[in-house]
């Protein structure tokens, strides 16, 4: 008769699975500046987007803009955004973003008028899309002619991501 135990005892290290977010995360944004006889115009507006698949992607942006007409108004606007795009073929790009800004203007004259107040946008758009780059129109369906800082509701845009 005989007895007899096995024990064996295995420890594995399997590498860490690295994840693939930043491999889906693109950057981009808009940066413009404006100079004329006593106007200034400065616009920063960074921002990301995740692409979770090849038709879906959503993203964050910041926005700040300061913009003066000498002895007439100074205004400083920032605030975030969020936006949704969807590709239903590799040509077309589909959009939809929510926009709040906060604006502070200054009125310079005879008496000096401060206005603060907050500005939301809902855009709806569309564009043709090659690689990185889409160009095409959103429409402010929040828009109000009396308030706002958009001259119009229709408004063209080239969107460029790396």
Do not use: C, H
Request: no cysteine; aromatic share 14%; charged share 15%.
């Amino acid at each position: 008769m005989s007895l007899s135990f096995s024990i064996s005892a295995q420890v594995t290290t399997s590498p860490k699975a690295k994840s693939d977010f930043w491999k889906k995360v693109q950057f981009g944004g808009g940066f413009g500046l404006g100079f004329g006889s006593g106007f200034t115009n400065i616009s920063l507006a960074p921002s990301s987007i995740y692409n979770a698949n090849q038709y879906i992607s959503i993203g964050l942006g910041v926005q700040y803009s300061y913009l003066k007409q000498k002895n007439v108004f100074a205004s400083n606007m920032y605030g975030g955004s969020i936006i949704a795009l969807f590709n239903p073929i590799q040509e077309i790009q589909l959009s939809a973003e929510l926009e709040q800004l906060r604006v502070n203007v200054d009125y310079k004259g005879l008496s000096s008028i401060s206005n603060d107040f907050w500005n939301t946008g809902l855009f709806v758009g569309a564009g043709y899309r090659m690689e990185n780059i889409t160009i095409g129109a959103r429409y402010n369906v929040l828009f109000d002619n009396d308030k706002g800082v958009y001259g119009d509701a229709l408004m063209p845009f080239l969107r460029v991501l790396f």
